[in-house]
Every structure is written in structure tokens, then in C-alpha cells.
């Protein structure tokens, strides 16, 4: 008979981890003036689910989930190199947590919405990460948590830049 390896389980129950613990803190983020095409090119690359948009200041104005980007993406491609992030998110404001928020009230928010990831706020209202179901998958599973982060530390945020091709002269 197998017995589960209990070696990782975390001595507190959910109840007792907050978001900041486990929130995904290496994120790829997409300006809000960055075109759909853009978008998709970021999603498909990092295999990530969930593109945080951002505004000039980094706040986290939306995100966007691969499935919802998908559908637009099926529209011609001369029309997507016209549409911008920022449409994809206008109108929508971003589900929020904050990161000292317990998990399970944040799953339950997560549930009540309907969504499966949450933009993540420290007490000032910076945008510092992203929780996703994901990580609330290992926090059942007892994964070990990362340290808290001390104050004046930010998310490790990536924005990819287009890069064209060089013009030969001939």
C-alpha cells in the first residue's frame, strides 16, 4: 500500500498562508499600448496562461487570459496588428488581492468571480504579482513556501520588446 509522501506538507493549514507567500512573482507583462499580435507572440512563447497589462507606471490595469486572446486571435492578422492590449481589458477592471490576504479567502474570491488568477497588491497598492490557481494547487499540496519578501522588493517583471530585423543595404 502507498502512503503519501508528507516530507514537503507545510505544518499550517491553508487557512494560515497568505497570498504573498506563494504568489508567482516572475512575471511577463505586456504594456497597454502593445498589439494584440504582441500579446499572443508573449503567451505563446512563456507558455504562461494569464498576461498582466500594465500601464506607463506598471500598475496592473487588466489581465488577460490565453483563452480570451485566442478567440480575437482567430480575427484576420492585418486586423489584429491594429488592436491594442488595452482593448482587451477596457471596460474590465482586474480581479485584486491583496498580499496579505489568507489564501482561502482569496480562493474563495477567485471562486465567487470565476476566475482562475488575481492580481496581486501590497499595501500601498503597487502591483507585485500574480496568484493563480496554480499556486493555490500547491499550497494544498503542502510545496513549500517561498520567503517573504522584504520590504522595498518588487516582482521580477519581464516586457518583451519587439525586435525587427536589421535593413541590409545592397
Known amino acids: 500500500m502507498n502512503t503519501p509522501d508528507t516530507s514537503t506538507a507545510s505544518a499550517e493549514g491553508p487557512g494560515d498562508v497568505r497570498v504573498g507567500d506563494v504568489m508567482s512573482v516572475a512575471l511577463v507583462t505586456v504594456g497597454k499600448e502593445e498589439s494584440v499580435l504582441m500579446a499572443w507572440e508573449i503567451l505563446q512563447r512563456t507558455g504562461f496562461h494569464h498576461l498582466p497589462v500594465v500601464d506607463g507606471e506598471g500598475r496592473c490595469i487588466g489581465l488577460v487570459e490565453r483563452s480570451d486572446l485566442a478567440v480575437v486571435c482567430a480575427q484576420p492578422a492585418a486586423s489584429l496588428s491594429e488592436r491594442y492590449a488595452d482593448e482587451l481589458v477596457a471596460g474590465h477592471r482586474p480581479p485584486l488581492v491583496h498580499d496579505d490576504t489568507p489564501v482561502t479567502r482569496a480562493a ?63
Open 108 to 170: 474563495a474570491h477567485m471562486t465567487e468571480l470565476g476566475v482562475d488568477a488575481l492580481a496581486v497588491l501590497d499595501s500601498v497598492g503597487t502591483f507585485v504579482g500574480l496568484l493563480t490557481a496554480r499556486d493555490l494547487v500547491a499550497v494544498l499540496a503542502g510545496r513549500p513556501r517561498r520567503p517573504r519578501r522584504t520590504a522595498g522588493t518588487g516582482p521580477v517583471m519581464f516586457s518583451l520588446e519587439p525586435v525587427l530585423p536589421y535593413p541590409f543595404d545592397d
